[in-house]
């Protein structure tokens, strides 16, 4: 039934921006099929004079008829479309809406999946085996950007402790999975590389906006790493700095991703990038590390 790509991209677009789309969405499609099956019993109960566990099992086999009918299907989804794309139209208003209130600040959350960070940049993790060569090494000390333009934005210790986006001086132990982001060829070129002895970690593959979606839905806010778009404007006290004189990701638990210019993207800028005003940094980090970066550099006075 899901076979026409558009229908099929707007119903997981609704599935997948929030949690209480889901239960509409399953409600529809459950009181649809209710719909239809309890029509199909009233008109055979109507005109047959026949048994009712008979009509039940002709409403059940209609049923399937019409469910295998090619143009009765066409017809549906062509009608449950037009319902998807107003109700995501009206999801992308509410975001705009949201954007304006909030001086142009953006949660990756929030925005549509065909934003450019959702093909241009990934996630997944890797559980460091006993023989692996990170292990009892810091991190700053892997050259993880250097080598592969990748950063680490969680660590999952062996006890199931999250450790979001930790410090260079985090020293790796057995056992640890390590989450990275980056470009999908330079994710499956680490995962290629045989001398670091990882093991992929199962469904960990996704990228970034799904991730984003599923720790905005995490129970434990403590725990959630958000995604956020930060614009700069002539005041902001970030404007004129590099990101290393910035010093973003050394003084708080939080990374910079990308960034939007001039309606162009740079993935995983470099330390010597210069920021200027109108620049959209976007940031990954712990809530409150991104919430206090956003204060001080679009809502400060």
Not at 109 to 134: E, G
Not at 161 to 188: E, F
Not at 276 to 290: F, H, N, Q, R, T
Request: positive net charge; hydrophobic residues 45%; charged residues 25%.
């Amino acid at each position: 039934m899901m076979s026409n790509n558009v229908q099929s991209a707007a119903f997981l677009n609704l599935w997948m921006a929030k949690a209480s789309n889901q239960r509409i969405l399953m409600v529809l499609v459950g009181l649809r099929m209710a719909a239809v099956f309890t029509t199909l019993l009233y008109v055979t109960n109507r005109f047959f004079d026949i048994p009712l566990y008979v009509n039940l099992l002709l409403a059940f086999i209609v049923l399937a008829l019409i469910m295998r009918s090619k143009w009765l299907l066409k017809r549906f989804w062509h009608m449950e479309s037009r319902f998807l794309i107003n109700l995501n139209e009206r999801h992308m208003e509410e975001n705009f809406r949201k954007i304006e209130a909030n001086q142009g600040v953006r949660q990756l959350s929030d925005m549509q999946k065909n934003h450019w960070l959702d093909y241009k940049l990934y996630t997944c993790a890797f559980r460091l085996r006993q023989d692996s060569p990170y292990i009892g090494k810091a991190i700053k000390d892997l050259a993880l950007r250097t080598n592969y333009n990748l950063m680490v934005i969680r660590i999952r210790t062996k006890d199931d402790v999250l450790i979001n986006v930790p410090t260079g001086n985090h020293v790796l132990k057995s056992g640890d999975s390590i989450r990275l982001a980056g470009k999908k060829s330079q994710l499956r070129a680490f995962q290629e590389d045989e001398r670091l002895s990882l093991q992929f970690v199962d469904h960990s593959f996704m990228t970034l906006h799904g991730f984003s979606i599923l720790e905005y839905n995490r129970k434990r806010k403590g725990d959630r790493i958000s995604c956020a778009g930060m614009p700069l404007n002539d005041a902001s006290p970030l404007v004129g700095k590099t990101l290393r004189e910035s010093d973003i990701g050394a003084r708080t638990k939080c990374l910079v991703i990308g960034l939007e210019r001039q309606g162009k993207q740079l993935v995983n800028p470099d330390a010597d990038t210069l920021l200027l005003s109108d620049d959209l940094v976007w940031l990954i980090g712990e809530e409150k590390a991104v919430s206090r970066h956003i204060e001080q550099n679009v809502f400060f006075t």
